[in-house]
Antibody, heavy 120, light 108 residues
Framework: EVQLVESGGGLVQPGGSLRLSCAAS????????IYWLRQAPGKGLEWVSY????????YYSDSVNGRFTISTDNTKNSLYLQMTSLRGEDTAVYYC?????????????WGQGTMVTVSS | EIVMTQSPDTLSVSPGQRATLSCRAS??????LAWYQQKPGQAPRLLIY???TRATGIPDRFSGSGSGTGFTLTISSLQSEDFAIYYC??????????FGQGTKVEIK
């Protein structure tokens, strides 16, 4: 079964750091474009970061650029989001999602999400 | 950045009736428009891409139309499982990939 499973969320103080993981199964992560998206409580969907096939290209939203880093580990078939200098407005459910085909730029497989709460 | 605006914010519809949701882009996105369905506590699910192509496994009561700046998602006969929040997303001009604020379809 093609699946993404996130982990690593939790409660962190403002200014703190957290690393999210997204484990893929049923397909090889490095063969796909993969995204991180987030959803603040009661709010809509927001794109956070992108990594291209084989980690070739990376993009970040303006709101996280310089604070978040996306990466992959092909040996573990996993995606990561290293988050630093966390702020209250980073509180959200974080999802990883897959683009089904190079250049399609939509999200066909999503993880179940992991909650990040930034609060003192 | 392309801004996506959905209307209405909430749509009250009786089961078996038709629901029509709108999405407008701040500039042309051609046909690079997707629709997602999200139920409480769940991740979004891809319904439509390319403005009108149903994703794998999506029932044919869901249909999408439009191009340029104006798009519509139609649910021809609402089933109980269709009550959810629906989001449109553009993928014409990125980054960023941007979403509308969502339309909640609720039982009338």
């Amino acid at each position: 079964e093609v699946q993404l499973v996130e982990s690593g969320g939790g409660l962190v103080q403002p200014g703190g750091s957290l690393r999210l993981s997204c484990a893929a199964s049923g397909f090889t992560l490095s063969n796909y474009e993969i995204y991180w998206l987030r959803q603040a409580p009661g709010k809509g969907l927001e794109w956070v970061s992108y990594i291209g096939i084989s980690g070739s290209t990376k993009y970040y939203s303006d709101s996280v650029n310089g604070r978040f880093t996306i990466s992959t580990d092909n040996t573990k078939n996993s995606l990561y989001l290293q988050m630093t200098s966390l702020r209250g407005e980073d509180t959200a459910v974080y999802y990883c999602a897959r683009d089904p085909q190079l250049g399609m730029d939509v999200f066909d497989i999503w993880g179940q999400g992991t909650m990040v709460t930034v609060s003192s | 950045e392309i801004v996506m605006t959905q209307s209405p914010d909430t749509l009250s519809v009786s089961p078996g009736q038709r629901a029509t949701l709108s999405c407008r882009a701040s500039q042309s996105v051609s046909s690079k428009l997707a629709w997602y369905q999200q139920k409480p506590g769940q991740a979004p699910r891809l319904l439509i891409y390319g403005a009108s192509t149903r994703a794998t496994g999506i029932p044919d009561r869901f249909s999408g139309s439009g191009s340029g700046t104006g798009f519509t998602l139609t649910i021809s006969s609402l089933q109980s499982e269709d009550f959810a929040i629906y989001y449109c997303q553009q993928y014409s001009n990125w980054p960023p990939w941007t979403f509308g604020q969502g339309t909640k379809v609720e039982i009338k």
